[in-house]
């Protein structure tokens, strides 16, 4: 009797050993989400507060899901799009307050510094808000996720589209940093390789309020096309200010990144037809509506990309760790990548060796204000561009990672 007894607590306690074996894994029993975005300025917007909610949305869903033996915590900060502030954040939150991924991170600078840090400190960066390529090329590194789009998938919609229609001569408008660059790069190679020409280009500093003189000088060079090259506030303001100048109608915009949140901002009679690439749109199907729905009843606007994609990041975070039990970078990127992602997001999304996430993007035209029938109902889907053709070809990345 006395043995049995014995035997059956040494069984308990091994069991409490195993059990406790996953939780133990995870530092402090608490995965720590950091949210690194644009609070007030030029892409708040677009990112900012609704990343913000889109993450907790992302928490409250995975823990009634998987009702995990840890706690989620989450942490946000505006980095002001500013390269310093963003590193010297996040270093401060991997080092003393335990937070094992730095996300959303929109503006291109911010993500850099950041990837870096993330690197050092062997943490989990997921980006949702940032554009550039090079972030999978030749800076790309094995603790970063690429998540939403990226200035090569935009050029390959937009830009490929309205040179394919007759706008074959482009002069770009830049926002004056690594996001601006890469996209004037990526959508001058794809104007020029659908025929086209580029007539020239002006850059104009990040960010901006008055864009006259960058204007006229695309206006003078009489191109048909007028590339905006940058993206939040900028290209709104530069669009509503191309109407006063009376450039346009005369000279097409072509926004080579553009959200939902322009749109809304700049109204329909000032957008119509205009062509964007995204990588979400709310009222594609049943799935991204009901979505939707529960996000505008919290934030009072339709999610942009950015902000489904930060939900659909975090929540995959959060799956590869309880499905590993750890929280450690490593072993938790190896579950994302090998994991298809399946969500009102992406489809048969998949996180390849370089940290790009693919998946299928959307060329959209706006509506004209008479063809749209109930609040944010603002685009015709015109293509669905499927993942393979989206995104950048491995056969053509400069990622060290990439096997060739």
Not at 86 to 111: H, I, P, Q, Y
Not at 294 to 323: C, E, I, W
Not at 360 to 378: A, N
């Amino acid at each position: 009797m006395h043995m049995k007894k014995l035997t059956t607590l040494a069984c308990a306690a091994a069991l409490a050993t195993l059990s406790g074996a996953a939780s133990a894994q995870i530092s402090g029993n608490t995965v720590k989400v950091g949210v690194l975005t644009d609070m007030s300025g030029t892409y708040s917007d677009l990112a900012g507060a609704g990343a913000v909610l889109a993450t907790q949305m992302a928490i409250d869903d995975f823990m009634a899901e998987a009702k995990p033996a840890f706690k989620v915590e989450m942490v946000s900060a505006d980095h002001q799009n500013k390269a310093d502030i963003a590193s010297n954040k996040a270093r401060e939150w991997f080092e003393r307050e335990g937070v094992d991924t730095a996300t959303e991170l929109v503006t291109t600078s911010t993500a850099l510094a950041v990837m870096k840090i993330a690197k050092e400190m062997n943490r989990v960066a997921l980006m949702s808000g940032p554009a550039s390529t090079p972030i999978t090329n030749e800076q790309c590194n094995d603790v970063t996720v690429h998540y939403t789009y990226d200035t090569y998938a935009l050029a390959n919609g937009t830009a490929k589209a309205v040179t394919q229609q007759g706008g074959d001569t482009w002069f770009f408008l830049t926002a004056d940093y690594a996001f601006g660059q890469a996209l004037e790069k990526d959508s001058s190679a794809v104007v020029i390789a659908n025929g086209g020409k580029v007539l020239g280009s002006v850059r104009h500093p990040f960010p901006a309020s008055d864009f006259s003189s960058f204007l006229l000088q695309a206006q003078a060079s009489g191109a048909k096309i007028i590339g905006l090259a940058n993206a939040g506030a900028d290209t709104t303001n530069a669009i509503k200010q191309a109407a006063e100048f009376g450039i346009t109608p005369k000279q097409s915009l072509a926004g080579l990144l553009m959200f939902i949140s322009d749109v809304h901002s700049l109204g329909l009679k000032n957008t119509q037809g205009m062509y964007l690439t995204t990588g979400f749109y709310w009222d594609l199907n049943d799935e991204t509506r009901a979505w939707s729905k529960r996000f505008f009843d919290k934030h009072k606007r339709m999610p942009t990309m950015v902000q489904a994609g930060q939900y659909s990041s975090v929540l995959h975070y959060l799956r590869a760790v309880n499905a590993v039990g750890s929280d450690e970078a490593g072993k938790v990127m190896a579950q994302m990548k090998k994991t298809p992602i399946n969500d009102f997001f992406a489809k048969n999304g998949q996180i390849r060796e370089d940290g790009r996430m693919v998946h299928d993007m959307y060329l959209v035209q706006v509506k004209k204000p008479e063809e749209s029938k109930y609040p944010w109902d603002y685009y015709h889907i015109r293509q669905t561009i499927p993942a393979a053709e989206a995104f950048q070809p491995l056969s053509q990345s400069k990622c060290p990672l990439v096997k060739k």
